[in-house]
């Protein structure tokens, strides 16, 4: 998917506007993975999930917007911290949703003892993964809105 959205970009110029285009749609994917993904029948379900795989994978173009924004002298770093931040927001939210999925667990347990959690219980933990999409889009919308030539609030315009 990293491949269909990076053609895209270099053919049309529109790096800004590939990522901003995948993080809609893996809200829009994730939105009917989790809340509607048990009532669905199988083969609309893979299909979403197949939107989903491929709205997730332009986050390469990160990158390269990266280096096309910054100086030579500093785009390594630039780069150091976009790869830093998604791998930091990646790990970390994996506890959170372990706290979330804690948090809604109604005490059923297994016949070994083990935690058995409801299917609400994981909705209210997938949930977090809803709203981290939504916050790339709404990212990823600002970045497009900053390469369309608007003023940033660095002050710098960008086009990308």
């Known amino acids: 998917t990293g491949p269909i959205s990076g053609f ?37 379900l893979a299909v979403a999930f197949v939107v989903l795989g491929i709205s997730l994978g332009p986050m390469p173009l990160m990158f390269n917007i990266t280096k096309m924004w910054n100086p030579p002298e500093v785009s390594a770093v630039a780069n ?45 933990a997938m949930s977090l993964f809803i ?7 709404v990212s990823a919308l600002a970045l497009h809105a900053c390469s369309r030539g608007m003023r940033c609030k660095s002050g710098q315009e960008h086009a990308v």
Do not use: C, Q
């Open 8 to 44: 895209y970009a270099d053919k049309t110029d529109r790096h800004t506007h590939a990522l901003a285009i995948s993080s809609l749609l893996s809200v829009v994917g994730m939105l009917v993975v989790v809340l509607t993904g048990a009532l669905l029948p199988t083969p609309v």
């Open 80 to 124: 150091g911290f976009v790869n830093t931040f998604t791998v930091l927001f990646g790990v970390a939210s994996l506890p959170f949703a372990g706290l979330l999925l804690d948090l809604s667990w109604d005490g059923s347990t297994g016949a070994s003892g083990e935690r058995v959690y409801s299917a609400d219980a994981f909705m209210t």
């Open 131 to 137: 709203f981290m999409s939504a916050a790339a889009a």
